[in-house]
């Protein structure tokens, strides 16, 4: 689909967002201003400290090598026991590339070199610190076979980057892994729309038990799930909603949306989205 000019980009998303706000389970931004992708993969290095704003690289490496020294010595020793602070960085990176994935505890034990005890032990001090979230899986009895582990996501991105070495937008928009990165990005900034207005993040994923069908965020409300998959592309297909239905026998259709990198609102099947993720 051509994308529009400015003016007539926002006239259209205004005039959009009135007819979605319905349906659309988290508040969306009027008046926002559009972002490009580059703009956007540079936000995803910087991350969502109020300290990291506008840092130029080197200064963000620099102040993650001391933030993280920081939560070590002052959170990690008081919340668990970590005698090998080596050992424990590696744990972080693992977790790090393993970020938009299921958690298994014995693959990352196997890869830190560590007890599944203690990983599982240093897993929930990251929780209960806010450094990630362990997304579950969605649950309905109508539904069989699905999966039971959480997804793993970072609260902040340029977290994230720091523990996988990246640190300039335009190798990150290269990297075979952009679209995970992309996808963590989204999820945690729903996340944090729920959690900064003091609400239970009502979110999950929906896999099933062979692989075959998967949505990457399942947002409940007035016990309705609404489907939401999230795609690095501009231009998303229609096929990127196309596991949808898989929700049928378990809740009636109330829409749903792509979240991804276009400039405008525009459908792309019976009541399906493409969103701009700068709207959200």
């Known amino acids: 689909m051509q994308l529009h000019g400015h003016t007539y980009i926002k006239r259209k998303v205004e005039q959009k967002l009135w007819d979605l706000s319905a349906s659309f389970p988290v508040v969306m931004v009027t008046g926002a201003r559009q972002v490009g992708k580059t703009e956007t993969f540079a936000r995803i290095i910087q991350g ?39 050992s424990f960085y ?24 560590v007890a599944v005890g203690k990983i599982k032990e240093w897993l929930s001090v990251l929780v209960s610190s806010g450094l990630i979230i362990l997304l579950p899986p969605y649950h309905h009895n109508a539904l069989k076979r699905l999966v039971k582990a959480p997804k793993i996501y970072f609260m902040d991105t340029g977290l994230l980057c720091y523990l996988r070495g990246m640190d300039d937008a335009e190798a990150l928009m290269k ?33 099933d038990a062979n692989n075959r069908k998967e949505i990457d965020l399942i947002i409940e409300r007035n016990g309705n799930a609404y489907p939401v998959e999230i795609k690095e592309s501009s231009n998303p297909d229609p096929k990127a909603c196309r596991h949808f239905d898989a929700l049928l026998p378990a809740t009636p259709r109330t829409g749903g949306s792509v979240i991804c990198n276009s400039g405008d609102i525009y459908p792309l099947g019976a009541g399906v989205w493409a969103l701009p993720h700068w709207l959200v």
């Not at 969502?48 to 959170?75: I, K, V």
């Not at 790090?96 to 990352?108: F, G, H, P």
């Not at 900064?196 to 979110?203: K, Q, S, T």
């Open 48 to 86: 969502g400290m109020p300290q990291t704003y506008e840092m130029l690289p080197a200064s963000l490496t620099d102040y993650f090598d001391a933030y993280f020294q920081t939560y070590l010595s002052r959170d990690i020793r008081s919340l668990a026991q970590v005698a090998d602070e080596l």
């Open 90 to 113: 590696k744990f972080m990176q693992v977790v790090a590339a393993l970020a938009t994935e299921m958690l298994e505890y014995t693959d990352i034990a196997k890869r830190v070199g």
């Open 175 to 207: 990297n075979v892994d952009s679209g995970k990165f992309f996808e963590n990005y989204v999820v945690s900034e729903v996340y944090k729309s729920f959690a900064g207005i003091g609400r239970r993040p009502p979110l999950s994923f929906f896999r």
